[in-house]
T-cell receptor, first 111, second 114 residues
Framework: KAGVTQTPRYLIKTRGQQVTLSCSPI?????VSWYQQTPGQGLQFLFE???????NKGNFPGRFSGRQFSNSRSEMNVSTLELGDSALYLC??????????FGQGTRLTVV | DQQVKQNSPSLSVQEGRISILNCDYT??????FLWYKKYPAEGPTFLIS?????DKNEDGRFTVFLNKSAKHLSLHIVPSQPGDSAVYFC?????????????FGRGTQLTVWP
């Protein structure tokens, strides 16, 4: 069974640009969550989608947004990038309210 | 508001000995707990979980203990191996919630030395 796939693995963007990250969940999983990890920080929750609906959102500015498609694939978008947005972005999929399985992450560097 | 806390940022253990990683939580609605292991620049890997109806769950070298009255859980690794060196995250879920998220601690860096 294929795991969670995140693309791209690495990304370099310039301040002010926008970026879109993609996540394909494990087949059959309808819940997709996004997390940000920066050095010295734990896993900061961004948002969670279930059946194309955002059920929960973390404490991030409106520049961070996401969506989920009917096939459960999800994208997150960050607009007007700032240097502080440089981080490892992790996507996780699961069935409702149970363990989540993570992808390898997308390493975003903003210069 | 950190609802799941891992108060030890690091732990160093000799190979072959026991590693004990601790985790505390504040939300009494949490009823399912998980441990993840993470290597640098990779996604966390699910290790083991425990439901609040149990006080112990074992999987090979890994055992998780839950003390609901103290709102405390721990992960025991016996025997510890150098390949266990990683960051370990504790997480919790309120399975009755519609909000659908895991709450993570900040992690504990485990180093197993030969």
């Amino acid at each position: 069974k294929a795991g969670v796939t995140q693309t791209p693995r690495y990304l370099i963007k310039t301040r002010g640009q926008q970026v879109t990250l993609s996540c394909s969940p494990i087949s059959g999983h309808r819940s997709v969550s996004w997390y940000q990890q920066t050095p010295g920080q734990g896993l900061q929750f961004l948002f969670e989608y279930f059946s194309e609906t955002q059920r929960n959102k973390g404490n991030f500015p409106g520049r961070f947004s996401g969506r989920q498609f009917s096939n459960s694939r999800s994208e997150m978008n960050v607009s007007t990038l700032e240097l502080g947005d440089s981080a490892l972005y992790l996507c996780a999929s699961g069935r409702m309210n149970t363990e989540a399985f993570f992808g390898q992450g997308t390493r975003l560097t903003v210069v | 508001d950190q609802q799941v806390k891992q108060n030890s940022p690091s732990l160093s253990v000799q190979e072959g000995r026991i590693s004990i990683l601790n985790c505390d939580y504040t939300n009494s609605m949490f009823d399912y707990f998980l441990w993840y292991k993470k290597y640098p620049a990779e996604g966390p890997t699910f290790l083991i979980s425990i439901s609040s109806i149990k006080d112990k769950n074992e999987d090979g070298r890994f055992t998780v203990f839950l003390n609901k009255s103290a709102k405390h859980l721990s992960l025991h690794i016996v025997p510890s191996q150098p390949g266990d060196s990683a960051v370990y995250f504790c997480a919790a879920i309120d399975r009755g919630s519609t909000l659908g998220r895991l709450y993570f601690g900040r992690g504990t860096q485990l180093t197993v030395w030969p």
